[in-house]
């Protein structure tokens, strides 16, 4: 089976398409001129793709289609209840829902905020109990923003589930989204002069939990790689076995396999580029035991963004601020596309 | 009737249509009549900072002021980016 690639750009969505080996791939393209598509995805429920588009005149918002990207509808009435002095300032990454919650949406965005929606994106509602939780006063934007950014299910358990907010770090609910508990343990703020492990405040780049085994989950941070088998009760660092930094954004996962894990590490924080003058794919088929190089492109200087990565049961995708997007399959790497505007999101799906 | 003119990714916005003929008594009345009012306005219903708004040629910044018969609005987006 071929894969269909949704590439979230400064500069538009592109749909990619790849052959049964992941060897040869098609784009089309650029759709939704004119917005900065922060991420796109296809619902595996019904086909509806939806792209959390966004333009520095006109805000942030959704669009979604129902043919393939011929033609699109925008949401309406996305935006922050008065009361909050909060206004929405841009979408950054939405989530089909659980399979057993057909039309139902979770979508992330800036300033730190969650919305929910039931009607496959026509209204949205904002979660209340993360716009008002206990700790927001502890809550810091990074580079990207105040942004919440990741959104990961649990597929046997439609009530639980995972957001990361920057930085703000991990919150978990087991009530389908009334309450959001602090995920962070073991998880540093590396940044910080003291009280490097506070209950929040960390900088999460990216959380995946695992499709195949419940309460495993993944993390790359501003302060290393993580891996949890207790739901995000506690975390454990990943980074000191192979791996040449413990600062990166991307992170991908093996559906097959929950002990394999991809990430791009990048020099440091000050310095984001990709290690050794070189784009590296770093692979961990043990959980985090060991990594194991995988060369991309040399010399590169390049950075893969925190949507910069997806993956389906056949490969692992990377897409480059500098408009490159490789395919790793097996080991090998391919050039899928090159040239493209500053890639910013890449999903995966299996046709 | 006023007459309100879109650019180019907002006309795009409401299906193609740049031109739209409305019965508005005031400037805030004629852009929330918009498809694309969720563009122009955000959930306050002010005017986007980077979204400039001319009547017959001036700049609008009073949304509240009465729209005469004939009334010519434009929408201009800021110039930013890159």
């Given at each position: 089976?071929?894969?269909?690639l949704?590439?979230?750009t400064?500069k538009?969505?592109f749909?990619?398409?790849g052959?049964d080996?992941r060897?040869?791939f098609?784009?089309?393209?650029p759709?939704l001129?004119?917005w ?8 595996p429920?019904?086909?509806a ?22 033609t699109?509808?925008?949401?309406e ?5 008065e ?17 057993s919650q057909?039309g ?19 209204t ?5 109990a993360?716009?008002e939780?206990?700790?927001?006063d502890r ?5 990207g ?6 959104i990961?299910l649990d597929?046997?358990?439609a009530?639980r589930l ?12 087991t009530d389908?989204g ?7 343990q ?7 002069p003291?009280?490097?492990?506070p209950?929040?405040?960390?900088c999460v ?15 790359q941070?501003?302060c290393g790689?993580?891996?949890?088998d207790?739901?995000g ?12 930094s413990?600062f ?11 002990d394999?894990?991809?990430?791009i ?5 000050e ?13 961990t ?6 990594w ?7 010399p ?5 963004l ?9 490969a692992?995708?990377?897409?480059t ?12 790497v ?5 040239h ?8 995966a799906?299996t046709? | 009737m006023a ?8 006309a795009?916005?409401?299906?193609g249509q740049?031109r739209f003929e409305l019965d508005?008594?005031t ?8 498809p694309?009012?969720a ?8 005017v ?11 700049r609008?910044?009073d ?9 010519r609005v434009?929408?201009v987006a ?5």
């Amino acid at each position: 089976m071929g894969v269909q690639l949704l590439v979230g750009t400064r500069k538009g969505l592109f749909i990619i398409r790849g052959d049964d080996e992941r060897r040869s791939f098609e784009v089309e393209g650029p759709f939704l001129k004119g917005w900065t598509i922060n991420h796109a995805v296809s619902d595996p429920r019904d086909g509806a793709l939806y792209a959390c588009s966004n333009n520095w005149v006109y805000g942030g918002t959704v669009h979604r289609s129902d043919d393939g990207g011929a033609t699109w509808e925008r949401s309406e009435g996305l935006g922050l209840p008065e009361e909050s002095e909060l206004k929405l300032a841009s979408t950054w990454h939405l989530e089909p829902g659980h399979a057993s919650q057909p039309g139902t949406l979770w979508l992330g965005g800036e300033p730190a905020v969650l919305f929910r929606s039931d009607d496959s994106g026509a209204t949205w509602k904002v979660n209340e109990a993360v716009l008002e939780h206990e700790t927001r006063d502890r809550w810091e934007p990074g580079a990207g923003g105040l942004i919440t950014h990741s959104i990961t299910l649990d597929r046997e358990d439609a009530k639980r589930l995972w957001i990361g907010i920057s930085a703000a770090g991990v919150f978990r609910t087991t009530d389908g989204g009334a309450s959001w508990e602090p995920a962070n343990q073991g998880t540093e703020a590396c940044f910080l002069p003291e009280d490097r492990f506070p209950a929040v405040g960390q900088c999460v780049h990216k959380v995946l939990s695992h499709p195949g085994r419940p309460g495993r989950l993944w993390q790359q941070n501003h302060c290393g790689v993580y891996r949890s088998d207790d739901s995000g009760e506690s975390w454990e660092r990943l980074d000191r076995n192979g791996l040449p930094s413990g600062f990166g954004f991307g992170l991908a996962l093996d559906p097959s396999d929950p002990d394999t894990a991809f990430v791009i590490p990048e020099e440091s924080a000050e310095n984001r580029v990709t290690c050794d003058a070189r784009i590296g794919i770093y692979r961990t088929t043990d959980a985090g035991a060991s990594w194991k190089l995988i060369v991309a492109q040399e010399p590169a200087w390049a950075a893969v963004l925190r949507e910069g990565m997806g993956f389906d049961d056949e490969a692992v995708y990377a897409g480059t601020q500098s408009g490159f997007l490789y395919a790793l399959r097996d080991g090998q790497v391919v050039e899928a596309a090159r040239h493209l505007p500053p890639i910013l999101s890449v999903e995966a799906a299996t046709l | 009737m006023a007459v309100v003119l879109l650019p180019g990714l907002l006309a795009t916005e409401a299906g193609g249509q740049q031109r739209f003929e409305l019965d508005a008594a005031t400037l805030l009345d004629a852009l929330r009549a918009l498809p694309v009012a969720a563009l122009v306005l955000d959930e306050r219903g002010e005017v986007r900072p980077l979204v400039h708004v001319y009547v017959d040629g001036e700049r609008a910044r009073d949304l509240a002021a009465a729209l005469a018969p004939g009334a010519r609005v434009r929408i201009v987006a800021a110039i930013a980016g890159g």
